[in-house]
């Protein structure tokens, strides 16, 4: 396997969320050596993928660092129908290599369950391989191929989804139980499997920051700073500095809004009917907040290859005035909820993710942070006006549990009433008002006609890649990875002791998105 960074050497840099220019030596004849050398190094797994190509099946291994994101890369020749699996020497891997099989009908040898994730086929069906030419087609999937676990006498099976109450997206939790206690959960995922990788292929520059929008609604604008961010490091262009004071307010409006949600699912699992009232008011003021200043509830449509397509709507005082009322409510509803203790103890020791599992995985966002390990994208590999910003203290917490979870959210939302501060007071000492007068250009020149790079950013949920290349002016490849696919595996793991009841504490302090796992 040899492995390099994508992009032009000696063009990398802190501010521009691209890839590192680092070279990884070539590996030794097992594929995956090189991978677990740099592991073993301090590299953080970021994500596996595969590119169907001419000469063969792409593997791509990302690893990440303060230096940025590296990719180790090897070829398997055409008909190779298999490769020596990853998974039983990195258990991080254990998603990506499945879904690699569910897509391009390649057997990781070796992997302990081998089962359907985000596109279960008949045999009938051939797999979609992202890269290949033709667009995508319709599969349907065919869930008598989707396993059960768990079997045996006085065991049972608790179908929990795809369709349930309120307004949750379509997942199946297949709760494996001998009556109250949950020894294994299986996750299905692929009712949300939309075929986006392949719907990226053959479009524009600038028609693929729509796509990237819409792949992960919640964290929409992080999917946008990060297809960006691979845009621009191919391009080679640096992002106007006002622009990028700008895409750092909607980005932390994005990430108050998400955990304002995760704290209003925490109340109405506990059935704290007012508290749930409230912070649903207060992500909603937030929702309205940036439609008013780019006409869309979830920031779509500002973020643009080589900077953004305009100024905010709103004049700098008021919007300074907006956050401040937004925060001090929401600093006074987060400190009576608590102070309520029913609602703690249902919170203290439910769904503990330990600091070494944590770090032994890469859990990202929140859920790392909760458990001591933390790889801030916005700290760690700083990009736009983050560089130029103070993110104050790391938060992280050491608990791992569902409450450790809700602190941490917490403290990112007092973070990001700070960066908030912090960009509008800087955009009005460079003479750009949030309305737009005169502080210089809000978009560079961005053409792209070939190349490759990665780019990422850092959404409510943790850390988004996307690995985009063009030829001719036109996306031949992009595989966006979301945190929430690389976390939400680690949800199975964590009812340790936990009850029926404790589900949906459990599932609402995680915060993932299951359109951010199906693609």
Known sequence: MTASATGSPGTSGPGTGGTNTSMLATAPAVPWENVLREVAAGRRFAGLMATQRPDGVLLTAHLADAAGIATAETVLQPGTGGYPALTPRLSAAFW?????HDLFGIIPEGHP?????????GAADPPPRPGAPGGPEIIVPDEHL???????????????GPVRSGVLESIEYLVETPGEDIPHL????HYKHRGIEKRFEGMSASDGVLLAERTEGVASVAHALAYCHAVERIAGVEVPRPAGL??????ELERVANHLDTAARLCDAAGLAVATARFGLHKERVARLVSRMCGSRFGRGVVVPGGVSAAPGVPGADFLAEIATLERAITGDAGTLMGTASFLDRLRGTGPLSSRRAREHGALGPVGKASGFSDDARRARPYDAYPGLGLGAQHEQSGGD????LRLRWDELRQSFHLLRQATGQLTEVGDELSGAGGGPLRAGCGVTGGRAVGWAEAPQGEVLYDV??????????HPRSAAFH?????HEVFAGDILTDFPFIEASFGLSVAGVAL
């Open 146 to 160: 989707l396993p059960r676990h768990v079997m045996g006498p006085g065991l049972f099976t608790i179908p929990h």
């Open 186 to 189: 299986n996750m299905r995922v």
């Open 96 to 100: 990506y290599e499945r879904q690699i």
């Open 113 to 121: 369950r081998l089962a359907p994730l985000v596109l279960p086929r």
């Open 469 to 478: 290349a063009f030829t001719g002016g036109r996306i031949t490849r992009c």
């Open 246 to 251: 700008f895409r750092v307010l909607y980005a």
């Open 487 to 491: 976390n939400l595996v680690l949800f």
């Open 402 to 405: 569902a409450l450790a979870r």
